[in-house]
């Protein structure tokens, strides 16, 4: 059984950082790409970051771009999110979700709650 | 950046057909995926490369493409299918979500 876990969130402030850790299991870790996926209070779902499985190369929103950075330990079946110069608009429940066909995501977790703010 | 446009709300009465619609430029040459969401719930995969149907998801979810304007179809509509629902599609280098549409069942 696929399954995603994600951890890390919490209450930061403005200019904060924060890691997000998704475990996950039940399939070929480092065959497949991992994307993170947020969703602030009440809005719908942004894209933020996407890291190949193979390759490992990595993908960016702009609204993320140089402040993120995505990451993977295959040997612990793990993917992270690096938050940096966080930011108000930043607030959002964060998913954890593993690439399907086609550029879908067709696993995700119950997602980490994170908090910009003073 | 690449928009993906879906209309805010559909209304459908019990039994009936809903089609919720997502369009953008292009559209024909990328595949779409949707998403069903349910208040205080994760995202489930309903759909995805235009038109295939993940295990586990009802028969009466379907998907159809043509030109810049893809379909989420959802024949015999039922009670428990009321949710917000998003297309989204990897654009070359980025993946893009729709705004979103609250099916209302009533």
């Known amino acids: 059984e696929v399954q995603v876990l994600e951890s890390g969130g919490g209450l930061v402030q403005p200019g904060g950082s924060l890691r997000l850790s998704c475990a996950a299991s039940g399939f070929t870790f480092r065959s497949y790409a991992m994307t993170w996926v947020r969703q602030a209070p009440g809005k719908g779902l942004e894209w933020v970051s996407t890291?190949?499985?193979?390759?490992?190369?990595?993908y960016y929103a702009a609204s993320v771009k140089g402040r993120f950075t995505i990451s993977r330990d295959n040997s612990k079946n793990t993917v992270y999110l690096q938050m940096n110069s966080l930011r108000g608009e930043d607030t959002a429940l964060y998913y954890c979700?593993?690439?399907?066909?086609?550029?879908?995501?067709?696993?995700w977790g119950q997602g980490t709650l994170v908090t910009v703010s003073s | 950046s690449y928009d993906l446009t879906q209309p805010p709300s559909v209304s459908v009465s019990p039994g009936q057909t809903a089609t919720i619609t997502c369009s953008g430029n292009?559209?024909?040459?990328?595949?779409v995926c949707w998403y069903q969401q349910k208040p205080g719930q994760s995202p489930v995969l309903v759909i995805y490369q235009d038109t295939n149907r993940p295990s586990g998801i009802p028969e009466r979810f379907s998907g159809s493409k043509s030109g810049n304007t893809a379909t989420l179809i959802i024949t015999g509509t039922q009670a428990m299918d009321e949710a917000d629902y998003y297309c989204q599609v990897w654009d070359g280098s980025t993946g893009v979500f729709g705004g979103g549409t609250k099916l209302t069942v009533l």
């Open positions: 979700a593993k690439d399907g066909p086609g550029g879908s995501c067709d696993y």
């Open positions: 890291i190949g499985g193979s390759d490992g190369k990595t």
């Open positions: 292009d559209l024909g040459y990328k595949y």
